[in-house]
């Protein structure tokens, strides 16, 4: 059974930095692009951030752009998203995804191209 977990969230004060992981198993992540989501309560669920199955693709949400970094490891079956200078308005529940697509070098970050979700893991950012 395919599954993705992500760990690594937690409560932060605004202004620090967390590091989401999202594991894969059952499957290998190599020839999925990735895709990081966030709900906040109340809200749609927003693409964040992606990466290509190559790795040479990314994409950024505007408000995130120059504060996360998405990476994968191939070799781990995981990928990362390091989150600096966390602000509250970040405060959400994060998800990783899984998406094939004919390209090695395409990722996008809309909710419905994605096949594979994670549960999801808490990133609170308060003072």
């Known amino acids: 059974q395919l599954q993705l977990v992500e760990s690594g969230g937690g409560v932060v004060q605004p202004g620090g930095s967390l590091r989401l992981s999202c594991a894969a198993s059952?499957?290998?992540?190599?020839?999925?692009?990735i895709g990081w989501f966030r709900q906040a309560p109340g809200k749609e669920r927003e693409g964040v951030s992606c990466?290509?199955?190559?790795?040479?693709?990314?994409n950024y949400e505007d408000s995130v752009k120059g504060r996360f970094t998405i990476s994968r490891d191939n070799a781990k079956n995981t990928v990362y998203l390091q989150m600096n200078s966390l602000k509250p308005e970040d405060t959400a529940v994060y998800y990783c995804?899984?998406?094939?697509?004919?390209?090695?070098?395409?990722?996008?970050?809309?909710?419905?191209?994605?096949?594979?979700w994670g549960q999801g893991t808490q990133v609170t950012v308060s003072s």
């Open positions: 990466i290509s199955y190559s790795g040479g693709s990314t």
């Open positions: 995804a899984a998406a094939r697509w004919g390209s090695s070098w395409y990722c996008d970050r809309v909710v419905m191209n994605y096949n594979y």
């Open positions: 059952g499957f290998t992540l190599n020839g999925y692009a």
